[in-house]
């Protein structure tokens, strides 16, 4: 029998809807690579004991996403500046058995904007909706370039809030109902939440 290879996973909850696995599959074969990048679904109850496992596994590292990379930062014993920035992990690896943990969210959201939105970094005033780990990402980008007003919108306010906290003056925090008012100077508009 054939060895299987590296073997890699995004974990989330729910996690069904990913298409990471199709991405991954699909460069893997792609290069002659043997491995498998794999979905697991983590109840948030279960994700310390599945990140403590990972280095006595059979897993080289994977991804995190929704709901889980603030754990996944609590988890990794060492972290990358972005993921120090931001709190959140949502690339896990193992290195000479230690759990690493980084974040590359922030660059992929600046990216992305640099390539399809030319000068959104000329703004000043920008709504984030959500306060999760993926907020913790866009705001630590806005703030790198340059926001001096970033509005976090949650369901939540002490969400919000301890995002203020981490990331100071600029970030102020608002309940969902002070949307409508808050968009009439807003240069940029960003969702984070699972919900479209």
Same mark, same amino acid.
């Given at each position: 029998?054939?060895?299987?290879?590296?073997?890699?996973?995004?974990?989330?909850?729910?996690?069904?809807?990913?298409?990471?696995?199709?991405?991954?599959?699909?460069?893997?074969?792609?290069?002659?690579?043997?491995?498998?990048?794999?979905?697991?679904?983590?109840?948030?109850?279960?994700?310390?004991?599945?990140?403590?496992?990972?280095?006595?596994?059979?897993?080289?590292?994977?991804?995190?996403?929704?709901?889980?990379?603030?754990?996944?930062?609590?988890?990794?014993?060492?972290?990358? /500046?972005? !993921? @120090?920035?931001?709190? *959140?992990?949502?690339?896990?690896? $193992?290195? %000479?058995?230690? =759990?690493?943990?980084?974040? #590359?969210?922030?660059?992929?959201?600046?990216?992305?904007?640099?390539?399809?939105?030319?000068?959104?970094?000329?703004?000043?005033?920008?709504?984030?909706?959500?306060?999760?780990?993926?907020?913790?990402?866009?705001?630590?980008?806005?703030?790198?370039?340059?926001?001096?007003?970033?509005?976090?919108?949650?369901?939540?306010?002490?969400?919000?809030?301890?995002?203020?906290?981490?990331?100071?003056? /600029?970030? !102020? @925090?608002?309940?969902? *109902?002070?949307?409508?008012?808050? $968009?009439? %100077?807003?240069? =940029?508009?960003?969702?984070? #939440?699972?919900?479209?």
């Amino acid at each position: 029998m054939a060895e299987p290879g590296i073997r890699a996973f995004v974990c989330g909850h729910p996690i069904a809807h990913s298409r990471s696995p199709l991405i991954h599959g699909h460069w893997l074969e792609r290069h002659g690579i043997s491995g498998s990048y794999e979905r697991i679904d983590v109840a948030p109850a279960d994700i310390a004991a599945f990140f403590a496992a990972l280095p006595n596994g059979v897993y080289a590292g994977g991804n995190v996403t929704i709901p889980h990379k603030e754990a996944a930062f609590a988890a990794a014993g060492w972290h990358d /500046a972005a !993921a @120090a920035a931001t709190g *959140a992990v949502n690339t896990l690896w $193992l290195a %000479d058995g230690r =759990l690493c943990g980084g974040n #590359t969210d922030a660059a992929g959201f600046a990216g992305n904007l640099d390539d399809f939105a030319p000068g959104w970094r000329n703004g000043r005033v920008a709504i984030v909706i959500g306060a999760g780990g993926a907020a913790r990402a866009v705001i630590y980008a806005l703030a790198e370039a340059g926001y001096a007003d970033i509005r976090v919108v949650n369901r939540t306010l002490g969400r919000g809030e301890e995002l203020g906290k981490r990331f100071g003056a /600029a970030v !102020a @925090a608002y309940g969902s *109902a002070a949307l409508d008012d808050l $968009l009439f %100077d807003a240069d =940029l508009l960003v969702n984070t #939440t699972s919900i479209g």
